[in-house]
């Protein structure tokens, strides 16, 4: 069996807390399975501004474009808040993103049956929800330059940033979201602001004309933003795969995050275009939450979204279906088990640490493969 590389990149906070329950599965799959997975690690963010004096390094760049799969935890921390912009450790996730060329951000909203009564929500309103966020991650508001803040004198300064799209980049967020859409249920809502943004007409006009050339077989809506943040708090289950742009994403993903009663829980994969030469596809899996160094080092925090990160990586860079499969559904059983951390935990249940909850899980998962 080829080695298959991963890089793993804990990050700051709790990161190294949640990457070691990840840790337990890789093992468990190469010592019992026979997998090769062979695994580096490296420092990215505020432990990496505190060795090398910048977010992430060169050689870790490198290991992370050599490697097959990035695994990383979480990032910044109040320590690092003073640094510059181009220092923090956020900038280390943005130079990754850019080097490996990660143009699309997929983040799936579970509601898990066990856990419908965690939702600010009310229960039916979310019970059995399932959608998949497209964000594009490499063009608009965050990259576009102009980039700056200009002294004007006499005490006013001016802050200029720039949105900005060109139709290719459009294009190959909207055939993602298509593709996955087959998949699913078939159902793509695309969401911008045309009614007040030219990137948001030209958004419109090559999602549509993606689809009409495409995908007639996959049913297209469109929303405004604003319109569809309400409907996601009013009556989520309509959507299944949503595809919006940059920050528009960022922030409908939080938001959809909730619905499912922490952030905790959630998964991210961001992906690239495969390698013409070695047809590698680079892509970054990581939890959506951040690094919560307010419960650091208390062993409390959840693991659940790390893991399934884990299994979201073996089934978009391994091609692993199955055992991502049966990850996912472990974690759901052991939630139906009543087990629960701090962030979920509600009367009744049984709160376990972040090493049980992962030790749980692992079990599980061992049952389902043997």
Known sequence: MEPKKIFLLPGDGIGIEIMNEARKFIA????????DFVCEEGLVGGTACNVYGKPISDGDIYRAL?????LLGSVGGPEWDDLSYDLRPEAGLLRLRKDLQLFANLRPVICYPALSNASSLKSELVEGLDIL??????????????????????GNKRAIDTQVYETCEV????????ELARTRR?????????NVMKTGLLWKEVVTETHATHYRDVMLSHMLTDAGGMQLVRKPKQFDVI?????FGDLLSDVAGMLTGSLGMLPSASLGSADEVTERQHAIYEPVHGSAPDILGKGIANPIAMIASLAM???????????ANCL????????????????IYSQGMRKVSTSEMGDAILEKFKKMLS
């Open 28 to 35: 468990f799959m190469n010592d019992e399975l026979k997998f």
């Open 66 to 70: 050599a490697a097959d799969a990035v």
């Open 133 to 154: 966020i497209v964000r594009e991650l490499t063009g608009g508001i965050y990259f576009g330059e102009p980039k700056e803040i200009i002294d004007l004198g006499q």
């Open 171 to 178: 294009m190959r967020i909207a055939k993602v979201a298509f």
């Open 186 to 194: 078939g159902l793509v809502t695309s969401m911008e602001k045309h």
């Open 243 to 247: 595809v919006t742009d940059n920050l």
């Open 313 to 323: 990586c073996f089934r978009y860079s391994f091609a692993l279906n199955t055992e």
């Open 328 to 343: 996912e559904k472990a974690i759901s059983a052991v939630l139906d088990d009543g087990l629960r951390t701090a962030d």
